[in-house]
């Protein structure tokens, strides 16, 4: 192989790495301002940016064995398929919690303080995790339930009618 092979594969592979980190930071900033603005503890932050960065690294890792010729075609779609499929086998109901948490923050329909009804329990949120929200009852216990669940409803928010004037 010659000098010039060589100096495009490594242009190339640079390139990828860079290409996906600034697209995955971009999400990653975003899903965390949006946990930001909701209220969401600096720990529930840290988890996305680390989540984000994990993903860049495995997407740069599959990308530049690809385009170096390390791996075949064949190879990379089998291995990242098997391990995708492993992973979110895996991580199926983490994921929906994450993914419904997420979504819970970008319709604004919860925030911190709130007082919400669901499943028979009225309370203050007092948490927004990634996986969870957490409750505080008026008799003081907490109530910790799932973002999905939370999601999938019926939820009654007493305290959002202000911020959701605009849907009726």
């Known amino acids: 192989m010659s000098e010039d092979q060589m100096l495009q594969l490594l242009a190339g592979s640079v390139a990828i790495v860079v290409v996906t980190g600034v697209l995955t930071e971009s999400l990653s900033r975003t899903i965390s301002s949006l ?26 890792a599959i990308g530049v064995l690809y385009y170096t010729g390390l791996s075949s075609v064949f190879t990379t779609l089998t291995v990242s398929g098997i391990a995708g499929v492993a992973v979110s086998l895996a991580l199926q109901s983490t994921l929906s919690n994450m ?17 919400v009804f669901f499943g028979g329990v009225r309370g203050r949120v007092v948490r927004i995790a990634l996986r969870n ?36």
């Open 99 to 115: 993914i419904s948490g997420i979504l819970l923050l970008q319709d604004k329909a919860i925030r911190l303080d709130d007082d």
């Open 133 to 168: 929200t957490w409750i505080r009852t008026q008799e003081g216990n907490l109530v910790l339930v799932s973002n999905s669940s939370l999601a999938s409803g019926p939820l009654v928010n007493f305290t959002a009618t202000a911020r959701l004037k605009d849907f009726g």
């Open 35 to 60: 946990a930001r603005r909701s209220g969401a503890k600096q720990s529930t932050i840290r988890g996305i940016r680390y989540f984000t960065r994990i993903t860049w690294l495995l997407i740069s």
